[in-house]
T-cell receptor, first 111, second 113 residues
Framework: DAKTTQPPSMDCAEGRAANLPCNHS???????VYWYRQIHSQGPQYIIH???NNETNEMASLIITEDRKSSTLILPHATLRDTAVYYC????????????FGQGTTLQVKP | NAGVTQTPKFRILKIGQSMTLQCTQD?????MYWYRQDPGMGLKLIYY???????DKGEVPNGYNVSRSTTEDFPLRLELAAPSQTSVYFC????????????FGPGTRLTVT
């Protein structure tokens, strides 16, 4: 599975959009980009995933560049409860479903 | 649905003791996973299972054992606890192959002294 690179930390003002970048320059054609987040001391929570097209759900939007070498997770109106570690994971269609978590980005939403 | 439940929430073990961490899911998921998370680090996969009776090693399996006799349960066994196993343990499940939307339990915080 391709490796990902994320900034270690970011700040965002409450009510503003939080844009979290992820580089995955070695991604291959059948690999998906997944985003999870982990609020302090809790189990990780699935946010969104995509292959090529941009995706949106009730939590966030995922923008994947045309060459698929990077992506951005967008939380449109960040709240204090969105303060968490955000993990970008690239995974192919193996038969195990196991995820490899990196260090992630710690997002601090400030009032 | 309760989702993924784990017991106990906290445990302190002495070096050399054994214990089983319990994990149950009520979503009829085929795939189940055990991760550990050391302070300030990401999650590392210990063992996983793709169905009842089938288990396999992850990144850090040494010192642990698992079994999967039912779809619902996936216990993790520590036979001879060591301080290096002090960590938070998370169990997760997902529906099927190719679906990496994993649902995580609340975790078990284990200290070995």
């Amino acid at each position: 599975d391709a490796k990902t690179t994320q900034p270690p930390s970011m700040d965002c003002a409450e009510g503003r959009a939080a844009n979290l970048p992820c580089n995955h320059s070695t991604i291959s054609g059948n690999e998906y980009v997944y985003w999870y987040r982990q609020i302090h001391s809790q189990g990780p929570q699935y946010i969104i995933h995509g292959l090529k097209n941009n995706e949106t759900n009730e939590m966030a939007s995922l923008i994947i560049t045309e060459d698929r070498k990077s992506s951005t997770l967008i939380l449109p109106h960040a709240t204090l409860r969105d303060t968490a570690v955000y993990y970008c994971i690239v995974h192919g269609s193996s038969n195990t479903g196991k995820l490899i978590f990196g260090q992630g980005t710690t997002l601090q939403v400030k009032p | 649905n309760a989702g993924v439940t784990q017991t106990p929430k906290f445990r302190i073990l002495k070096i050399g003791q054994s214990m089983t961490l319990q994990c149950t899911q009520d979503m009829n998921h085929n795939y189940m996973y055990w991760y550990r998370q050391d302070p300030g680090m990401g999650l590392k996969l210990i063992y996983y299972s793709v169905g009842a009776g089938i288990t396999d090693k992850g990144e850090v399996p040494n010192g642990y054992n698992v079994s999967r006799s039912t779809t619902e349960d996936f216990p993790l066994r520590l036979e001879l606890a060591a301080p290096s196993q002090t960590s938070v343990y998370f169990c997760a499940s997902s529906y099927s192959k190719g679906n990496y939307e994993q649902y995580f339990g609340p975790g078990t915080r284990l200290t070995v002294t």
